[in-house]
């Protein structure tokens, strides 16, 4: 901690795992030293406190890793419902008021210093696959208009002589088309909806996102029965009597576009509605040189009409697939959520599917073992509340995703919860061997239902149904560049924890992996029970790195 006499600023530096709110001390102590291996983009914060009115602060950098470098500062978001009515004890706070999250680029007029409020800046550093290993200093410093010293931190990074392996679990934040159109005013699929497409893209995959949900027809998503979302569909359609008739020029693009920026898998969306199949999604067609909806929550998901149509379109799909090399990456969907309710029409729109994808993966979030049991879905991905059934029964491959409904016992990352619970995941999935992990919120800026668009700066909990931190992990930038949360951070270093557990594997053996995640615990890890101190979850990591750099480069 240091104390300056002449702004009275205290500075302190922090873990990536700190919160730090205006309007109440630092929990956590000093972290001034970390290690790294190649390939890993490393974060910590400088935390700072003025006792006084002072003018505006610019940072200063100082570091042979400078290049590597990118600072932003910790903003704050409002929050009306931080959580539900009962929520475990696992929490920070609970109380609606403003939570640390987004990460905005620092002012070029410098930070703005409210008195005894703690505020924070974001220090990443993403460490090149040939840097040299060793000990690296990073000298933060605020300073006055004047150039004058307010308060100096220094970091010390060491680089340990390993890369990150490549991510292997499939990772997919459902990725919203139209809430960019909407947010931004750009006509969908005009060459300004494409360029935002392009950027929002590239900060997903920048953050281990690796699959990307692509709208064949208008995702039938989180839209209120009879209502609709804005049309994102990338397959033209013409029909001629009953006869189908398919472009895929737009879908090309986007798989170029996509595959330039690093995704490796295509997830096509759901083929039928939400909560049930009952109904076909959105589809619009050409029909006597007019476009007109010819499908939606009119459509019997089990009449003929539909099922003709499926038969026509599907096999032509399957074909573009395998024209463009696809077919070892291509996953589809029935139904997202389908409960025990939905039994008899999940089954029917099941058989319709299988009947042409019978050689592609299908997955979908359902969280009752029955729908597996009964072949109804190859690949189900239950949520991280609900997957013991599938643990015991080696269900193969193993997915999980959370969303609004997971709040109690388990790993998520709303607001309100530490970052730790959002960084724990790391070890859950390599412990349990899971192979995907879906989300559905990667940017939601709409009310529940798609029924009218918000503002994520002002409303963050999608007009007071679910807690703040589901919807959505980025903001839209004003340049149109993505504004990048807390909560993608440290969700990506869990997906890097799970990467250094594969490569410690690799060198002493998954036996002995597993025993470290569990030395000194309480109760072995599980699903719901996890470590809750920050420290550990980094001295962790810490030995971690340092067995593998023990057992040499190779």
């Keep these: 901690m240091s104390d300056t006499a002449v702004l009275s600023i205290d500075s302190r530096l922090l873990s990536s795992l700190s919160k730090v709110f205006p309007d109440e001390e630092l929990r956590d102590p000093a972290y001034a030293k970390g290690t790294a291996l190649r390939s890993e983009s490393f974060s910590f914060q400088l935390a700072y406190r003025s006792k006084q009115r002072a003018p505006k602060l610019k940072v200063a950098a100082e570091s042979e890793l400078a290049p590597h470098l990118t600072l932003k500062a910790v903003g704050l978001a409002p929050s009306e419902l931080p959580c539900y009515a009962d929520p475990d004890d696992f929490v920070l706070r609970t109380t609606p008021g403003l939570y640390p999250d987004p990460l905005y680029p620092l002012p070029d007029d410098g930070l703005t210093v409210y008195p005894n409020q703690w505020r924070a800046i974001w220090v990443s550093v993403d460490v090149p696959d040939d840097l040299p290993a060793g000990a690296y200093s990073i000298r933060l410093r605020l300073e006055t208009e004047t150039g004058e ?119 096509f969306s759901h083929l039928f509605t939400q909560w049930g199949a009952k109904h076909a999604p959105k589809i619009i067609a050409e029909v006597d040189g007019e476009r007109r909806r010819i499908f939606g929550w009119e459509t019997d998901a089990a009449g003929e009409e539909y099922a003709g149509f499926l038969g026509q379109f599907l096999p032509e799909l399957v074909r573009f697939i395998r024209a463009q090399g696809l077919a070892s990456c291509s996953y589809f969907h029935v139904s997202d959520e389908p409960n025990a309710n939905h039994l008899d029409s999940y089954r029917s729109a099941s058989e319709l599917v299988e009947e042409h994808l019978a050689d592609f993966p299908i997955i979908d979030a359902l969280s009752d073992y029955a729908f597996y049991e009964r072949g109804l879905v190859r690949t189900p991905i239950p949520a991280n509340n609900h997957i013991e059934p599938f643990l015991e029964n080696g269900v193969e491959p193993l997915w999980t995703y959370y969303c609004c409904s997971q709040y109690r016992d388990v790993s998520n990352r709303f607001f309100y919860m530490p970052s730790v619970r959002n960084r724990i995941a790391g070890w859950q999935f390599y412990k349990f061997g899971v192979q995907g992990f879906l989300h559905w919120g990667y940017n939601f800026w709409y009310s529940q239902y798609s029924r009218k668009e918000i503002d994520p700066y002002r409303v963050t909990d999608a007009g007071g149904a679910f807690p703040s931190g589901d919807a959505f992990l980025v903001y839209p930038g004003e340049d149109g560049q993505p504004v990048e949360s807390i909560r993608l951070k440290v969700f990506r270093e869990a997906l890097q924890d799970l990467r250094a557990l594969e490569l410690l594997e690799s060198r002493i053996g998954r036996e002995r992996a597993l025993e470290l995640l569990d030395e000194g615990a309480a109760a072995p890890l599980s699903f719901t029970d996890m470590p809750r101190d920050p420290a550990l979850l980094l001295e962790r990591r810490e030995r971690i790195n340092r067995l593998i750099e023990e057992m040499g480069t190779e």
Excluded at 156 to 184: G, I, M, N
Excluded at 221 to 227: F, H, Q, R, Y
Excluded at 234 to 239: A, M, T
């Design 149 to 267: 010293t307010a308060a100096e931190e220094t970091f010390e990074l060491r680089v340990v002589a390993a890369k990150l392996p490549e991510q292997r679990l499939l990772h997919t934040e459902w990725f919203h088309s139209d809430c960019l159109a909407t947010y931004y005013g750009v006509e969908v699929f005009s060459e300004e909806h494409w360029k935002l497409i392009a950027a929002y893209v590239k900060t997903a995959v920048s953050h281990g996102v690796n699959m990307l949900l692509t709208p064949l027809f208008t995702p039938p998503l989180d839209t209120e029965v009879g209502g609709e979302r804005p049309t994102v569909q990338l397959v033209d359609v013409v029909r001629r009597g009953d006869r189908y008739e398919f472009g895929f020029g737009r879908l090309v693009r986007w798989v170029e576009l996509c595959r330039s920026l690093g995704v490796r898998y295509f997830e």
